[in-house]
């Protein structure tokens, strides 16, 4: 008995699939990533939100600000977060001023330009000095806006890379025409600089240099991956009100701390997967999907080529009782070349004994006469049925035949096989494999 060193293709073929499913497992992860996307995208979420107040004395009063969607993906929107104190004159006004309202309410604008809006009902209510979140539920799901997914915040590193959306006041103001939609958002970009809770509220928030102005309130701050982080809130300004460029955002775990007490649905990013990037999908997946492929058709192309044959003998083969007969039930007893210009041939022993050499007038497995090692007669193989047990002789090669595990054989000695078993002429290029087929 032999032992049989892996053969080249199987190895390759093995470092293939492995290859293939490790990249495989990263670009599944990278689908899975919670719908990662390009900042600017998640801008198909963001909405303008508008409150007003009108009294019977006929003062009034309004604000506007930025509110974003949240829900299932694939599923119609139909709830709306935005700040507190955006909502607070259609909402509060009402219980503030009860007898002298002439009007109020909240309503939510898809498109100013296309005077594409609805009123909707403010379902959670927290204000400016406490939590600052409102939620906002439209009269019917639609599906003109797409769910946010939320990021823990947990996650968010001090030097992330940050970027709010929304409807800033002073991008308004510059404006000659302001179509409040999706294509008039502003994108701001900064980073996070520290986790804090400001002294004029009751919320965890997020310290940041992102650029947000009036308007900006209420909107989305998302990281590089467009999920939510966190909610933008408010800024430090000096005495005659100009921004000092420091500025906060709700984070996202104040939130969904809310959401799950309202019991409202919402998707969080990757389902806590968020760690892999969407892009590891369109760069690993493709390769692993390669490398599995090819490591399968390797695989299959070396069994077929006979590599994949085991090394142990057919000890449970049946005896044949004369010679001509098969040495196993329904087997053919075969030699089958493994590397070199027979690869893949396979040659039936029971025919007779088949020579190998140089000499087509000697050998039944010619090789070219000019091929290095191999003599004219450079060996035989036989099958005895009655020992079922294959024979090799080499028959005075100059440059010997070897058994697989490496032992040369002496000339004109016959030496047995068992199936599985292989031998070479001269070195490893010219292998050749035992078996019962």
Same mark, same amino acid.
């Given at each position: 008995?032999?032992?049989?060193?892996?053969?080249?293709?199987?190895?390759?073929?093995?470092?293939?699939?492995?290859?293939?499913?490790?990249?495989?497992?990263?670009?599944?992860?990278?689908?899975?990533?919670?719908?990662?996307?390009?900042?600017?995208?998640?801008?198909?979420?963001?909405?303008?939100?508008?409150?007003?107040?009108?009294?019977?004395?006929?003062?009034?009063?309004?604000?506007?600000?930025?509110?974003?969607?949240?829900?299932?993906?694939?599923?119609?929107?139909?709830?709306?977060?935005?700040?507190?104190?955006?909502?607070?004159?259609?909402?509060?006004?009402?219980?503030?001023?009860?007898?002298?309202?002439?009007?109020?309410?909240?309503?939510?604008?898809?498109?100013?330009?296309?005077?594409?809006?609805?009123?909707?009902?403010?379902?959670?209510?927290?204000?400016?000095?406490?939590?600052?979140?409102?939620?906002?539920?439209?009269?019917?799901?639609?599906?003109?806006?797409?769910? *946010? &997914?939320?990021?823990?915040?947990?996650?968010?590193?001090?030097?992330?890379?940050?970027?709010?959306? @929304?409807? $800033?006041? %002073? /991008?308004?103001?510059?404006?000659?025409?302001?179509?409040?939609?999706?294509?008039?958002?502003?994108?701001?970009?900064?980073?996070?600089?520290?986790?804090?809770?400001?002294?004029?509220?009751?919320?965890?928030?997020?310290?940041?240099?992102?650029?947000?102005?009036?308007?900006?309130?209420?909107?989305?701050?998302?990281?590089?991956?467009?999920?939510?982080?966190?909610?933008?809130?408010?800024?430090?300004?000096?005495?005659?009100?100009?921004?000092?460029?420091?500025?906060?955002?709700?984070?996202?775990?104040?939130?969904?701390?809310?959401?799950?007490?309202?019991?409202?649905?919402?998707?969080?990013?990757?389902?806590?997967?968020?760690?892999?990037?969407?892009?590891?999908?369109?760069?690993?997946?493709?390769?692993?999907? *390669? &490398?599995?492929?090819?490591?399968?058709?390797?695989?299959?192309?070396?069994?077929?080529?006979?590599? @994949?044959? $085991?090394? %142990? /003998?057919?000890?449970?083969?049946?005896?044949?009782?004369?010679?001509?007969?098969?040495?196993?039930?329904?087997?053919?007893?075969?030699?089958?070349?493994?590397?070199?210009?027979?690869?893949?041939?396979?040659?039936?022993?029971?025919?007779?004994?088949?020579?190998?050499?140089?000499?087509?007038?000697?050998?039944?497995?010619?090789?070219?006469?000019?091929?290095?090692?191999?003599?004219?007669?450079?060996?035989?193989?036989?099958?005895?049925?009655?020992?079922?047990?294959?024979?090799?002789?080499?028959?005075?090669?100059?440059?010997?035949?070897?058994?697989?595990?490496?032992?040369?054989?002496?000339?004109?000695?016959?030496?047995?096989?068992?199936?599985?078993?292989?031998?070479?002429?001269?070195?490893?290029?010219?292998?050749?494999?035992?078996?019962?087929?």
């Amino acid at each position: 008995m032999e032992t049989k060193k892996t053969p080249r293709k199987q190895v390759t073929a093995i470092i293939l699939l492995v290859v293939g499913l490790v990249f495989a497992v990263f670009g599944v992860l990278g689908l899975a990533g919670g719908g990662g996307t390009d900042p600017y995208e998640t801008r198909n979420s963001v909405v303008m939100v508008y409150s007003y107040l009108q009294l019977t004395d006929g003062q009034s009063a309004g604000a506007m600000g930025t509110g974003f969607a949240i829900g299932k993906p694939g599923e119609p929107v139909e709830y709306i977060v935005t700040n507190g104190h955006v909502v607070e004159y259609g909402y509060m006004g009402p219980k503030t001023y009860q007898g002298e309202v002439s009007s109020a309410g909240v309503q939510v604008y898809f498109s100013a330009a296309e005077n594409d809006y609805v009123t909707a009902e403010v379902v959670y209510y927290s204000s400016f000095d406490d939590k600052d979140i409102a939620i906002i539920k439209l009269p019917s799901p639609t599906d003109k806006r797409d769910a *946010l &997914a939320i990021k823990d915040s947990d996650a968010v590193e001090i030097g992330d890379t940050a970027f709010a959306l @929304g409807y $800033p006041g %002073v /991008a308004s103001d510059s404006s000659q025409f302001n179509t409040y939609d999706k294509d008039d958002i502003t994108l701001t970009k900064g980073i996070i600089s520290k986790r804090t809770k400001p002294v004029w509220s009751n919320y965890d928030a997020f310290q940041m240099d992102v650029y947000i102005n009036h308007g900006n309130s209420g909107g989305p701050l998302v990281d590089e991956s467009g999920f939510l982080i966190g909610i933008n809130s408010s800024g430090a300004v000096d005495e005659q009100g100009k921004s000092e460029g420091v500025n906060f955002a709700i984070t996202s775990a104040e939130l969904t701390k809310i959401l799950d007490s309202e019991n409202i649905k919402y998707t969080m990013a990757g389902g806590g997967l968020s760690w892999a990037p969407s892009w590891f999908a369109y760069v690993f997946l493709p390769i692993g999907v *390669l &490398a599995l492929a090819g490591g399968i058709i390797l695989l299959v192309m070396s069994q077929k080529n006979g590599q @994949g044959v $085991p090394a %142990v /003998a057919d000890a449970g083969a049946n005896k044949a009782s004369a010679r001509g007969g098969r040495g196993s039930v329904g087997k053919r007893a075969v030699l089958r070349g493994v590397t070199g210009k027979y690869a893949g041939q396979s040659f039936d022993l029971l025919k007779g004994k088949v020579v190998i050499g140089r000499d087509p007038a000697a050998c039944n497995i010619v090789f070219d006469k000019n091929a290095p090692g191999i003599s004219g007669r450079h060996c035989q193989v036989d099958y005895d049925p009655n020992e079922d047990c294959f024979i090799i002789t080499d028959l005075g090669s100059s440059y010997g035949t070897f058994l697989g595990n490496g032992k040369k054989l002496a000339a004109n000695v016959a030496e047995k096989l068992s199936a599985g078993d292989t031998f070479y002429l001269c070195d490893n290029a010219n292998r050749f494999v035992v078996s019962k087929e």
